[in-house]
T-cell receptor, first 112, second 116 residues
Framework: DVKVTQSSRYLVKRTGEKVFLECVQD?????MFWYRQDPGLGLRLIYF???????EKGDIPEGYSVSREKKERFSLILESASTNQTSMYLC???????????FGPGTRLTVT | GDSVTQMEGPVTLSEEAFLTINCTYT??????LFWYVQYPGEGLQLLLK?????DKGSNKGFEATYRKETTSFHLEKGSVQVSDSAVYFC???????????????FGKGTKLSVKP
């Protein structure tokens, strides 16, 4: 079975802190994604990566950056956390042969 | 641009009731369509998919048929169980080339609660 893991299930940070969310997949997938999930808004794509060191902006990249130094790992960085970044963050990976995305369990981030 | 619209919830049903969650889409060409499910406290998992018109995806008693004429992909189940309580997301795969060819566009999700 494909496994996508995220470094934390719950995280509480203060405004202005730099926050790192880590995602690791174990199936050698090419593409990886970061979404945020908010009530009434569904899933919105923040950034995605289709190869090591490659990254592209999604629909809501402002206030975020990403890093993909190894194929299995995709990190989301909040340079200076703000309260409006309080949300559920979901990571996913995908193999191009079937275009099915596999999701991690999510990180619920609270910024106070 | 491409988009997905699904019925708003929450939907509350009694056990063994019939379920329909409507999903319609707007897209260039003929996208692949998906239903994902999110159980409480978990990430999303693929429930079923269809890649071309008239295809029927099915899994765990759920079904959805890709209707090109009505640009729809409604989710149905004949008899729901308490364990089906979850949030259901309809999604389409963007049909383009390059790095974003696998990207999905999601609907806003429909929360289903099934009472015993």
């Amino acid at each position: 079975d494909v496994k996508v893991t995220q470094s934390s299930r719950y995280l509480v940070k203060r405004t202005g802190e730099k926050v790192f969310l880590e995602c690791v997949q174990d199936m050698d997938h090419e593409n990886m994604f970061w979404y945020r999930q908010d009530p009434g808004l569904g899933l919105r794509l923040i950034y995605f990566s289709y190869d090591v060191k490659m990254k592209e902006k999604g629909d809501i990249p402002e206030g975020y950056s990403v890093s993909r130094e190894k194929k299995e790992r995709f990190s989301l960085i909040l340079e200076s956390a703000s309260t409006n970044q309080t949300s559920m963050y979901l990571c996913a990976s995908m193999r191009l042969t079937n275009y099915e995305q596999y999701f991690g369990p999510g990180t619920r981030l609270t910024v106070t | 641009g491409d988009s997905v619209t699904q019925m708003e919830g929450p939907v509350t049903l009694s056990e063994e009731a019939f379920l329909t969650i409507n999903c319609t889409y707007t897209a260039t060409g003929y996208p692949s369509l998906f239903w994902y499910v999110q159980y409480p406290g978990e990430g999303l998992q693929l429930l079923l998919k269809a890649t071309k018109a008239d295809d029927k995806g099915s899994n765990k008693g759920f079904e959805a048929t890709y209707r090109k004429e009505t640009t729809s992909f409604h989710l149905e189940k004949g008899s729901v169980q308490v364990s089906d309580s979850a949030v259901y997301f309809c999604a389409l795969r963007i049909m383009n080339y390059g790095g974003s060819q696998g990207n999905l566009i999601f609907g806003k999700g429909t929360k289903l609660s099934v009472k015993p």
